[in-house]
Every structure is written in C-alpha cells, then in structure tokens.
C-alpha cells in the first residue's frame, strides 16, 4: 500500500528569529539591524514578533512540551526516539536530508521534536483508564489480521477486466503484478493488514473481511483520503480470521486500540494538558500571551465545575434522601410508641 506521508513539523522563520532574539544574552537593548536613522533591537523585534500568531503558538507548545518533559522525561528512551528518527528517514529514502533541511531541522532539533512528541504522548496515556465499556466498544469494530492480495486499478472498466480475468482463472499474483498500480504490486499483491491499518483504505477493509478464503471481491470503490481521487480494488482473500466470541484472546490488542482512541481524542487530550498545566502551576507574564493557554486551563475548569455540579446534586439528593428517611423513621417510631401504649 501506498505509504503515509510524514509531514516534517517545521517551526516558522518568525519564530525562530523570536527565540533567537530572546535569547541574545539577556540585553534587550542589544542591536539586531543597524541603519541609517536608526536601529531594530531585541526589544522592538519582541514587541512586533509576540503578537503574531504563529509565535503565539509556538509558545504554547513549548510551555506544553515543558511541563511534560518536566514530568513525564524519563519515560522515553534514546533508543525509541533513534527508531522513529529512523523510521521517519527510511520513509524519505535519498531527499531525507533535504526534507530536514527544508523544514529548518538538523538532526539534533529533528531529534528533540520527536523526543517532545513521544514524551507527550507518554503523558497522555498516563491518564488513559480504560474501562469494560470501552473495550466492548473497541469490540465491536475490530477484527484481527488477515491474509490478502490486492489490486488497485485508476477506472472501474479496469477493475471489471481484473475482477472477469480472476474469475476465469488467471493467477492472481501475476494480474498484480501485471495490472496494479499499487506499492504491493512486485509482491503479487500480497498484504497483511487488520481493522486498524491506517494503509488500507476503510472501503477495502470492509469488503475483504466478509470474504471466504480463496474467494474474490467484487469491484470496490474507495477514495483516497490524501488526494481525494477515486480508486478501484479487487481482492481475494488468502487467510481470514473469525474474531469469535473471547475479547479476552484479543485483550492486548483491544487494549492499544482502546488507548490510542482516548489519545486520539481531542477532548480527553485537552482536559489532560488542562490538568497538567493546573498542577505545574503555569502562570503566564506578559499580558500578550495571557490566553495561549485558555483553551487548555478552560476545558479543565468546565470539567471541574460539571464535577462540582454533579458532586453537589448528589449530595442534595443524598441529603433530600437522609431527611426522608429520618421523617419515616421518626413517624414509624411515633405510631409503634402508639401502639405498645394501647
């Protein structure tokens, strides 16, 4: 399958220079362009670049990135964050260095960013408590790996011509390898790929889990979600695998999905990093970035006050529930009092 692209995260011009500027030795006298009829200093570069947006936010995630390297450092090895450097310059191959370079990286800060990222996601999924519900939900939609040999073809007459040309016989692997335009093609088509594969498009990994072993798939039309162009496969299934009914034989699995969807989520991560600003005790100096942060520190306030809310709701019903109780009790202890002097 076709490779997802990593996009190298470069940090803009402005904030670069910005951080440079900050950090020329303290002086923010010191002269950064000097002219006739006048000079640009740390000052006055600080005072137009602070206000930009892309500084803005720059700002925000070295302040994020901080309060969980602080915390969550230790977490990450060297050697995991050597492996995904590797794996990001396998996946460029030759224009790696030039990918780098144009997105303003050196291996060094390369190596930072993703240091950065991992220690990030180390700390989110420190929060992460699954519950029974949310393997049951991660259940339902998952399906362990299969076998399968693919054809991508750009029209549907295409596809029809495959899908005919299989029926009647011919080797599959040799129309991939024909006929295919995708990366598996010199493999016969061959693939392994489960429900989670990000490689396979949803359209194929629908249609190839109802397939038999041996059997071929109609025409399947997909889109590409990076070009948004139409795309047609044919697929035969060589080894599928029936989940059952046991979670537990698949609880590792459903474990990993069922974490990486809560980091996925955008609302659980917020509340997170609103946590986690909250107990590092963030307090923001210049009035310029006072709200880079309220998005973050809002989502944990909200969340407190609903807490606080539900903490209050059912205390008054509790309290509603003692007095009732206490009436009863009192009215009950009356009428037997009643009764035993009768």
Known sequence: MKKKKIILAATSALAILTLAACSGGGDTNKDIVTMKGGTITVADFYEKAKSESANQQLLQQMVIYDVFNSKYNDKVSDKEVDAEYNKTKETYGDSFETQLESAGFTEESYKEFLRNKLVFKAGIESHVKLTDEDLKKTWETFHPEVEAQIIKVASEDEAKEVKKSADDGKDFEELAKEKSTDTTKDDGGNIKFDSETQTVPSEVKEAAFKLKDGEISDVITATNPSTYATEYYVVKMVKNQDKG??????????????????????????????EELKEANVKIKDDAFQNILTPFTSATTSTSSTEDSATESSATKSSETKSTDSTEASETEQSTTESTNE
């Open 245 to 274: 009914n046991d979670m537990d034989k698949f609880k590792d699995q459903l474990e990993e999905i069922a974490t990486q969807a809560k980091v996925n989520d955008s609302e659980f991560t917020t509340k997170v990093i609103g």
